[in-house]
């Protein structure tokens, strides 16, 4: 698929990430999901293995973090000495530039004297006043401090995790640790990946986690990404620990999400269906993961599909337009009926508190044409990740002949002219605007391509 071209306006100033830290010399990761238990005293997480995968996977991923495949050991259910050892390679012999990340996605707990701990395959821990077979987090500590590594980035997906942080970590620099809970709280699960898990793949899968639109998502942005998504389970609050500039260790690239394939896997997956299955939910949110699409996205393609609800055209506009498209779209709606023409502020308004860029995706795809309105007022709200992501799915639909833009203007976009595609406004009034559309609209996909 061919990437979307940014408008030459959209990029960003240096940001603080950029200019403190260049590529890291070598990104090394370390991902243990333990999810079966030798003892009773644990149950068992199904979750925590698909958790390390997952998170192997967005490692892999060139686009993003570019990790190599031999730099990243994946331990599934290990038992406690296979742990030990593992960290103590990850940590040794590395490099001031080097990034060390370790995940872990299993049991945590403490003792009676507070101290946390990891829970391996064969740990004994909760009965024992001294936890047997378990990895303390002092162990972590003590390997972690003997690294000549300078970007440490550790990530706990376990009860109590806000427990693992030690204020001795913070007097090396460079060490940061994120966990999915405080020291005193415990973790969640879902159908497919840990709660906390499945927002750390979102946040860098969708990009949305680049908070700042510089292109690079920070550890310090990942965090903040999550917090903000897990602000609806309120017993639950993710904590981050380390300075600010170990907060500012870059780990991926921003990179739009790839929402055409996973309307496929929609229609695919619930061709004839009514509602969702726990085997569907499985592989919809397998594909959601691996395509990069946001839950809210992802949830507007899948109602829509089940409601068989497809719009005839979605018009895409800012603000200042509204006047304009208002009639282009009343007059578009004597046609086709208001149930069929798109147009954020003339309907749905039940939906106004969640206009963001998601919902616009998902109405790109929910539409037989979608109508972009292009001016130089898009330079503001369509920058950097935000343009890139309608600007992918613009360019795929423009392909089936579905994407008509009226040029407001005469501003430059790369990659789109006023002379292959598209009608020109100069003097004409909204209705007359929607007349050439409805001409549009009634031809075959096709000749629109053409036309």
């Not at 979307?4 to 070598?26: E, N």
């Not at 109590?160 to 060490?175: C, K, M, N, Y």
Request: hydrophobic share 40%.
């Amino acid at each position: 698929m061919q990437e979307a071209v940014l408008p030459k306006y959209s990029f960003p100033p240096i940001s603080a990430t950029q200019l403190a830290f260049k590529p890291a010399k070598r990104k090394v990761a370390l991902l243990i999901g333990c999810g079966e238990y030798v003892s009773d005293e644990f149950p068992s997480l199904p979750n925590a293995p698909r958790d390390a995968i997952v998170m192997r996977e967005i490692l892999l991923d060139s686009k993003r973090c570019g990790f190599a495949n031999s730099d990243v050991v994946l331990l599934i259910n290990p038992h406690q000495r296979e742990i030990a050892l593992a960290i103590e390679r990850l940590f040794s012999g590395r490099c001031r530039d080097d990034l060390t990340l370790f995940f872990f996605s299993g049991h945590g707990f403490k003792d009676d004297a507070g101290r946390f701990y990891l829970a391996a395959r064969d740990s004994l821990g909760i009965p024992y006043r001294e936890p047997l077979r378990a990895i303390s987090a002092s162990a972590v500590h003590e390997e972690m401090k003997r690294s000549r590594s300078q970007r440490q980035v550790a990530i706990l997906d376990a009860c109590f995790s806000g427990a693992f942080w030690d204020e001795t970590l913070a007097q090396g620099p460079g060490r940061v640790v994120l966990t999915a809970t405080s020291a005193t709280q415990s973790a969640i699960g879902q159908a497919y990946l840990s709660v906390y898990t499945g927002f750390l793949a979102q946040g860098i899968s969708t990009g949305f986690s680049d908070l700042d639109g510089d292109g690079l998502i920070d550890v310090g942005e990942w965090h903040e990404y999550v917090r903000r998504e897990m602000e609806t389970y309120p017993d639950v609050i993710p904590e981050i620990h380390g300075d600010e500039e170990a907060r500012r260790i870059p780990i991926a690239k921003a990179f739009p999400a790839h929402h055409a394939q996973y309307r496929s896997l929609v229609e695919q997956t619930l061709a004839g269906k009514r509602a969702v299955s726990l085997d569907d939910r499985e592989i919809l949110d397998a594909g959601r993961i691996k395509y990069g699409v946001h839950t809210r996205v992802a949830k507007a393609i899948e109602n829509g599909f089940l409601a068989g609800l497809r719009f005839a055209v979605t018009l895409l506009l800012h603000h200042t337009q509204h006047r304009f498209v208002h009639n282009v779209a009343n007059r578009l709606a004597e046609d086709l009926g208001r149930e069929r023409v798109w147009f954020y502020n003339m309907q749905y308004l039940e939906e106004i508190a969640y206009l963001d860029d998601e919902v616009r995706l998902a109405r790109c795809h929910q539409s037989e044409i979608v109508v972009p309105f292009f001016s130089r007022h898009y330079r503001k709200p369509w920058c950097g990740l935000k343009w890139s992501a309608i600007g992918e799915i613009l360019d795929e639909r423009r392909k089936e002949g579905a994407v008509i833009p009226v040029w407001m203007d005469d501003v430059e976009i790369p990659g789109w002219s006023p002379a292959q595609v598209g009608i020109l406004k100069k003097r004409r009034s909204g209705r007359q605007i929607a007349e050439l559309l409805l001409s549009l609209y009634a031809m075959p996909p096709a000749w629109r391509r053409n036309a």
